[in-house]
């Protein structure tokens, strides 16, 4: 199966702890999204990549989220100083960008859970 | 701001009949539609999309209308199938926000047997 992976799928950390979660995006796939989603709502954006190049920060993430795409291909979310409210299903996807298309395909999320 | 609304949080219908997924959007600038499908624990899976310059697009059972005067869209599933029991995702993008996302908040479809 080459379709996007997550690691870790389940993740519970204490208040203040850091985390970090990964996202394997489909091969040939140049741009990575993180989007968030909570209970009852849809995906919300954070962020995305072209290749290794950040292009914008959604306003939902303050100064503790940090992400990175080192040398384009895998991609890690970093949350600093967990609060509950980061509570959340973390899911990446990725897409050929604009030159093949614009469907998107997640991975299966990352479920946090901040105690 | 809540630009993507799926006013319907629930729908069940009967096997063999019509789904009617309705999605209404804020954002005249979106040109790009997709519908996604999510099931517990997993990630939404593309199912079908529509661009802007058309008013409609089918993929088997799933077909998806789109209204743009009234920013509207529909996906409307025929035969309805167990199988299709889950929450359904609404999403459009635009060229001019780089293609990112908005997603509605999802109905939970459920196909009684």
């Known amino acids: 199966d080459t379709g996007v992976s997550q690691n870790p799928r389940h993740k519970i950390t204490k208040r203040g702890q850091n985390v970090t979660f990964r996202c394997d995006p489909i091969s040939e796939h140049n741009r990575l999204y993180w989007y968030r989603q909570t209970l009852g709502q849809g995906p919300e954006f954070l962020t995305y990549f072209q290749n290794e190049a950040q292009l914008e920060k959604s306003r939902l993430l303050s100064d503790r989220f940090s992400a990175e795409r080192p040398k384009g291909s895998f991609s890690t979310l970093e949350i600093q100083r967990t609060e509950q409210g980061d509570s959340a299903m973390y899911l990446c996807?990725?897409?050929?960008?604009?030159?093949?298309?614009?469907?998107?395909?997640f991975g299966p999320g990352t479920r946090l859970t901040v105690l | 701001d809540q630009q993507v609304k799926q006013n319907s949080p629930s729908l069940s219908v009967q096997e063999g009949r019509i789904s009617i997924l309705n999605c209404d959007y804020t954002n005249s600038m979106f040109d790009y539609f997709l519908w996604y499908k999510k099931y517990p624990a997993e990630g939404p899976t593309f199912l079908i999309s529509?661009?802007?310059?058309?008013d409609k697009n089918e993929d088997g059972r799933f077909t998806v209308f789109l209204n743009k005067s009234a920013k509207h869209l529909s996906l409307h599933i025929v035969p309805s199938q167990p199988g299709d029991s889950a929450v359904y995702f609404c999403?459009?993008?635009?060229?001019?926000?780089?293609?990112?996302?908005?997603f509605g908040a999802g109905t939970t479809v459920t196909v009684r047997a």
């Open positions: 529509i661009s802007s310059i058309k």
């Open positions: 996807a990725s897409t050929l960008g604009l030159a093949g298309g614009n469907e998107q395909f």
């Open positions: 999403a459009a993008s635009a060229w001019s926000n780089d293609y990112k996302l908005s």
